[in-house]
């Protein structure tokens, strides 16, 4: 192993010194697309230019991520069930932390998804945050009730990338175009397909966690 | 040239540096750790150069691909991790055999 070192070192070091080269010496940006953007951001139906480009200007990307997630998700559930490890009961501290912590987390995340409108936040920020919570619950020993883990669940993961579909498909048969939102009703369009989607990103993140098919989810 | 090639360059060199890791270490913990430095790393540079203009206002469209990318980033971990799960369960070891 020691013998190949003395060529690595220098090729990832040219590798370095080429790739900050390129990075130092990258022409100054023609100023046409933040100027575009600028210019169009009263027909997104939003004011923060981020969640405009993510759902808006660039909705395709953003559609296709919650199919990669959905995918991702998929890929964990078919490796088979939950790999079973040695549970220990949470201590004390962690216990009394989590009940005050998760129903703070749950409602910062309804205010960042509010608040990615007109200011930072948004899906993913308050999607996180809902994984947050729910990884917190899973480490304290939580489980979803086995009522829950069949359909349920699976209505709520696929629900964000279902929202994104229905919208688009219906615009499409309105509009004439896939993701045309007409200005009027963008800002309404853009805070449920939102909605939907944090609610995705919290459970598909927190079921990943889990690493593995709920048991009794059979369908 | 203004203080922001700073961050950039330090994106740089966490790639690197992550790709350093991933080609040495064999154990497939550190192999996946590597990969996630090698991804901030280059969230680090699309963020710096979103500000390269200081006069205008930081451009957006960088950060929505780097909201983009950190989710992917994350289950594409979160998918590693099972795998490497698996491979410890079926060979007893972190590594990959040859």
Known sequence: ???????????????????GYAV??????????????????????VSNPVTAVLLNFRGYDTLLEMGVLLGA????????????NRESSPGQVLDIMSRQLVPVLILVA?????????APGGAFQAGSLLAAAGVLLLLCGWRLDNRYSGLPLRVLLVLGLGMFVIAGIGLLLLQGGFLLYPPAAAGGLILIIEAAATLSIGTTLAAMF?????????? | ?????????????LFVLGLNALIIHANLLRKIL??????????????????????????????AMVITGIVVAVSATALALILMVKVNLATGKNELPD
């Open chain 1, 73 to 84: 998700l998929l890929g964990v559930w078919s490796l088979g069930g939950i790999v079973e």
């Open chain 1, 1 to 19: 192993m020691d013998t190949k070192h003395w060529l690595l070192l220098p090729l990832l070091l040219a590798l370095g010194v080429a790739l």
């Open chain 2, 34 to 63: 590597a990969v996630n430095v090698m991804c901030t790393g280059a969230f680090l540079v699309l963020v710096a150069l979103a500000s390269r203009n200081l006069a205008a206002q930081p451009d957006p469209v960088p950060h």
């Open chain 1, 210 to 219: 889990l690493g593995g098919r709920p048991m009794g989810a059979e369908l």
């Open chain 1, 110 to 118: 309804g205010y960042l998804l509010w608040a990615g409108a007109d």
């Open chain 2, 1 to 13: 040239m203004s203080y922001i090639y700073l961050y950039a360059l330090l994106g740089v060199g």
């Open chain 1, 24 to 45: 130092v010496s990258m022409p100054e940006p023609g100023q046409e697309l933040p100027t575009m953007l600028a210019n169009n951001m009263e027909v997104s139906g």
